[in-house]
């Protein structure tokens, strides 16, 4: 006999969408954050907003905690569901509604994939800038809540740039709008800004208006080698004082570069201590100059090798040999724990050294790349996670890598969310009353705490 | 028994821990595509089986049911960041699991009696072929697909081009072939879909060797590859067929093996190697893939293909080329085959979008799961569509019999064939 809960969550989304089996549980226990499986009780796959509306007022009604999940590609652990919980599914929320040429913007369902959104702007001339690692898989309602990043921070912003407008259900299954079609709009509260990167603890996301921007007419990459890492971090420093803007500033360090070069063979420079991955786009005569004084700068400052993409082939593999750091990285051991500690970009040299002593000092394996213009890093830590005692000493570096983040006037995430990982630590950037606050808030909203309990501020 | 499923698990705990949950290969699964759940795609059936091996749950049957509902195609794990030897991990655990389950009665008589007694599979469908017209009926009068008679049969309704009224077999003395070859000869291995339904692509590929002056030798009588048992977990079988097929192709008469088939290429080249237990066998197995290439590769890179003739007065027809997955994913062969129909004159490529993506066929997992299957499958309908081709190739004879039913259901008269089909086609023409 299943019990009155579960009977009503089926009659709002069929029987066929719902699931209890514990082998199917297992499936929705983890995310891509490596923590410590919790299997939910039940998982809901609603095929329209009125059903994920209704789901949430369910929740609510019976006091039960509710976690939806997008791709799962969370690296906070911010998808991980509670035991007695339910895992809601957006996959069949995935229709792209409207994309408006003449004002430049898209209106989508939360399930539908980020790359997906980006082609189709592409094929009207308009540009979808944010670009997470997992683009090909993440949802754009999981960006919302996480307030995805991706390579083009610097110049584009990130996910919280482009959110116009969002409908949400709030903790009592009411439907919230908030934002409009408009460039300019004052109405209310500006509630999207608090909706965005709230990692699903204070609304459940049913639509989502996104700004579209004209696709540059040109793009150009350049790569440039460097024997040490200081001149590396000079020139960052040197193109963006000149004024120059690059739409990528990419950064890799010396196991990363070798780990690249051991698996695509692209011919990089094994000595290399650091490479710089630029690249500049808009205006073609803009686009020329520009690259032409950052191919200066580097050279100025000592680069041994400067690379300029002038085919689509060269421009390719300057890219792909981005793409494939974070797997060229992870087959090297079977664990990898991807961090993304942040600082302002004129601290990456000195954090690039910390990762370094912190690495010496546990005696693992540290490789780091990441968005040198925007200060955020990925050290990418290889271990095994059946290894129990360098667990510990992994576990010791990055509290160690945080300390020395929030040190030099950084942040805990840049990108990944706070999450299960990182709840512990919030207090330390911030201050007691501004978790006590933060809580105040969430009880204020959702008195029943049924939204992704757990999450951000414990 | 169940504990037993477990520690056998646990053998794979070196290939099972390097998934590091990433969740990359959702953009690779052409299921997950259509379902959307977790455990239709790697991360979640790994899952599922790090799981189980950790006691998480003990529901072995139920990881089972979700373990085998995959196409096998390895797109995830052709795209795999952390490189997680997917294929290996899916097969071997099918086998432990089906050690503790056991095979259904079906699957039990199909593999035990029939697949693994190749005399009597061959005979069987030989006298089968003239009987199935009591199963089937052409589609509509005059084409060259077939449907079930009556409703609820394995085949759905499906469209099927129907069983050769004379297996290759039987035929293949017919093309006049020498035994040795001036530089190469070769072996050939039929596979049971062009030995029992596609028995002209069989003959064509015999006439391409013969003009390339290659010696064939083309052993009578030869079992199955073994994928339908690897899929189905029957290590027993598997092993029986393998060495079975040793004792036909003694692998020091002949330069290299050759098939038409991409699945058989694929099995005899990755999991022969991959899955062959019995140690005897370990040493004639690893030459024997060694050996093994596909048809367009061993043209291309090894014989040299003539140069097109001049077709600048002649009319072009489009052709597309569907990848199947086992070529190009599992082997990393896409460019041959495209090189094999650009030296056909008279037609001009033209790419769909996304010729590496799964046509949904799977072996068996079209007949358990035929509405996904076909609902993929319509997919890659629409996307031969687009290109406004009249042909559509493919180098396995799976890929054309999901790609004859997809267009057949929708009314399409589009053909399709094999390259080594077209290349031959144009040799005819030429003599």
């Known amino acids: 006999m299943k019990n009155s809960f579960s009977m009503a969550l089926r009659e709002i989304v069929g029987k066929e969408y719902v699931m209890d089996e514990p082998v199917d549980m297992l499936a929705y226990s983890y995310d891509a954050a490596g923590l410590d499986q919790v299997m939910p009780s039940l998982v809901a796959h609603p095929g329209t907003c009125e059903e994920l509306g209704k789901i949430v007022k369910l929740c609510n009604n019976h006091g039960r905690p509710l976690t939806v999940r997008g791709a799962g590609t969370n690296l906070s652990g911010g998808t991980i569901p509670n035991k007695s919980g339910v895992v809601v599914l957006t996959g069949r929320l995935n229709k792209i509604i409207e994309l408006n040429i003449e004002d430049r913007y898209a209106v989508v369902e939360p399930g539908v994939i980020t790359l997906q959104l980006a082609t189709a702007a592409e094929r009207h001339g308009l540009f979808y800038p944010p670009d997470p690692g997992s683009q090909a898989v993440s949802t754009l309602g999981g960006n919302v809540a996480e307030n995805a990043g991706g390579l083009r921070g610097l110049k584009y912003g990130v996910t919280r740039d482009y959110v116009m407008g969002l409908d949400y259900f709030d903790a009592q299954g009411g439907l919230v709008t908030t934002g409009a079609k408009t460039v300019k709009c004052v109405t209310g509260y500006d509630l999207a800004s608090l909706m965005v990167g709230s990692e699903g603890t204070l609304g459940v996301v049913s639509r989502i208006t996104l700004k579209l921007i004209p696709q540059p007419a040109k793009r150009k990459a350049i790569m440039a080698v460097f024997s040490h890492m200081q001149p590396a971090a000079e020139a960052v420093s040197a193109i963006i004082a000149a004024q120059i803007t690059p739409a990528v500033l990419e950064f890799l360090d010396h196991l990363t570069i070798k780990a690249v070069e051991s698996y695509s063979k692209i011919g990089f420079p094994l000595e290399a201590a650091a490479m710089l991955l630029i690249e500049m786009d808009g205006h073609p005569a803009q686009v020329a100059e520009e690259a032409e004084q950052v191919v200066k700068i580097c050279r100025k400052l000592g680069a041994v090798e400067v690379r300029l993409a002038d085919t689509k082939e060269e421009y390719e593999q300057i890219w792909a040999a981005r793409r494939g750091a974070f797997s060229a990285l992870a087959k090297l051991k079977p664990t990898v724990i991807l961090e993304d500690a942040t600082v302002p970009r004129s601290k990456i040299p000195a954090m690039v050294k910390a990762i370094g002593e912190i690495a010496e000092k546990y005696n693992l394996q540290i490789g780091t790349f990441g968005h040198a213009g925007d200060g955020n890093l990925h050290p990418t830590i290889l271990t095994d996670r059946r290894d129990q005692e360098e667990k510990k000493r992994v576990e010791a570096a990055i509290d160690e890598i945080f300390e020395r983040a929030l040190a030099l006037d950084g942040t805990l995430s840049g990108e990944h969310g706070i999450g299960l990982a990182k709840a512990k630590y919030l207090e330390r950037e911030t201050t007691a009353a501004t978790i006590t606050w933060s809580q105040q808030l969430k009880k204020a909203l959702d008195p029943n705490n049924i939204l992704n309990p757990g999450k951000i501020i414990g | 028994m169940i504990r037993e499923v477990i520690s056998q698990l646990g053998e794979l705990d070196d290939m099972l821990v390097t998934c590091m949950r990433c969740g990359m290969c959702q953009a690779a699964c052409s299921l997950y595509e259509e379902t959307g759940l977790e455990t239709d795609v790697a991360r979640g059936k790994i899952a599922l089986l790090d799981g189980l091996a950790r006691k998480m749950i003990d529901d072995a049957p139920g990881v089972a049911k979700r373990l085998n509902r995959c196409l096998l195609c390895g797109s995830c794990e052709s795209g795999c960041p952390s490189g997680v030897p ?312 799976a890929c054309m019999m999901q790609l004859t039913d997809t267009l057949s259901r929708g009314g399409h008269r589009i053909k399709v064939r094999h390259p080594i089909e077209l290349l031959a086609q144009d040799l005819v023409q030429r003599q």
């Open chain 2, 86 to 397: 997917i294929m290996e991990i899916f097969l071997k655990a099918r086998a432990i699991i089906t050690a503790y389950t056991g095979l259904s009665p079906l699957k039990k008589l199909i593999f035990r009696c029939v697949l693994t007694s190749p005399a009597f599979f061959d005979r069987l469908l030989e006298y089968g072929a003239p009987l199935q017209r009591f199963f089937i009926k052409p589609v509509k009068k005059g084409s060259i697909t077939s449907c079930a008679r009556m409703k609820r049969t394995p085949l759905g309704n499906r469209h099927l081009e129907p069983l050769a009224p004379i297996p290759f077999h039987r035929q293949f003395k017919q093309v006049p072939i020498a035994s040795e070859g001036e530089n190469y000869t070769v072996a050939f291995f039929t596979g049971c879909l062009l030995d029992k339904i596609y028995p002209r692509i069989g003959l064509a590929t015999l006439e391409v060797l013969a003009h390339h002056g290659i010696g064939v030798r083309v052993p009578e009588r030869q079992a199955c590859c073994g994928i339908p048992n690897l899929a189905a977990g029957d290590q027993q079988g598997f092993e029986k067929l393998v060495r079975f097929n040793l004792e036909c192709f003694p692998v020091d008469t002949f330069d290299y093996l050759i098939t038409a088939c991409a699945t058989c290429t694929s099995t005899i080249k990755k999991f022969w190697p991959m899955m062959v237990d019995d140690e005897t066998l370990a040493g004639q197995v690893r030459i024997l893939a060694e050996k093994t290439m596909d048809i367009s590769e061993f043209l291309v890179d090894k014989v040299g293909l003539d140069s097109a003739a001049d077709t600048s007065n002649q009319e072009e027809q489009i052709v597309t080329y569907h990848d199947p997955c086992h070529l190009k994913k599992s082997l990393g062969i896409s460019t041959q085959p495209r090189r094999l129909l650009e030296a056909v004159p008279g037609y001009r490529l033209e790419e769909m979008e996304q010729p590496d993506r799964c046509c949904g066929m799977g072996g068996s997992f079209s007949l358990a799961y035929y509405a996904l299957s076909a609902s993929i499958a319509d997919k890659k309908r629409d996307a031969i569509l687009r290109t406004g081709c009249t042909t559509v190739a493919t180098s396995c004879p």
